[in-house]
């Protein structure tokens, strides 16, 4: 049994348009850069409004630490976020300052007498120390870390 015969066909895709060459231009770098950076400053106020939320968490009348835990993987995630998006080793600042000042201001009783975040609330002051803590750690680490694209210096003979 014989096939019919087909058109002969090509394996390559039909390029209309040359790919585009080189990176993208820098005007959209730059934009990219910037709402990385947006998102990461509304991503440190969301998260901080979460873990205040959390800091109150009670199980049979006790206090539970999950914004302990919650605070330290966002952070954790937020910084390794703003690196990646601004692409600068000062962008673990962006998430940082608005979980700051949002932790402050919780703490801070208005002239109603509201408190989100009591001194008494040993989980609230708790998820203020770790979540410090991490974004302090992550800013070391960028500091210290070698800028991309460097090598690592050769190993010690001996």
């Avoid at 605070?71 to 937020?78: C, F």
Wanted: glycine share 10%.
């Amino acid at each position: 049994m014989t096939l019919p015969a087909a058109a002969p066909m090509s394996v390559v895709p039909d390029e209309t348009s040359p790919p585009p060459a080189g990176p993208p231009p820098r005007v959209v770098d730059v934009g990219l850069r910037v709402a990385g950076g947006l998102v990461a400053v509304a991503a440190g106020v969301l998260t901080g409004v979460v873990e205040l939320l959390f800091a109150t968490a009670r199980i049979a009348g006790q206090l539970v630490g999950v914004s302990v835990l919650v605070a330290i993987a966002a952070n954790i995630v937020l910084s390794w976020f703003a690196h990646e998006a601004v692409g600068r080793r000062w962008a673990v600042a962006l998430p940082a300052v608005p979980w700051f000042l949002l932790m402050a201001v919780s703490a801070v009783r208005t002239s109603e007498g509201d408190l989100l975040l009591a001194g008494d609330n040993w989980v609230g002051l708790a998820m203020i120390v770790a979540g410090a803590m991490t974004f302090a750690v992550m800013g070391f680490r960028q500091i210290l870390a070698p800028p991309h694209g460097a090598s690592a210096p050769p190993a010690p003979h001996g």
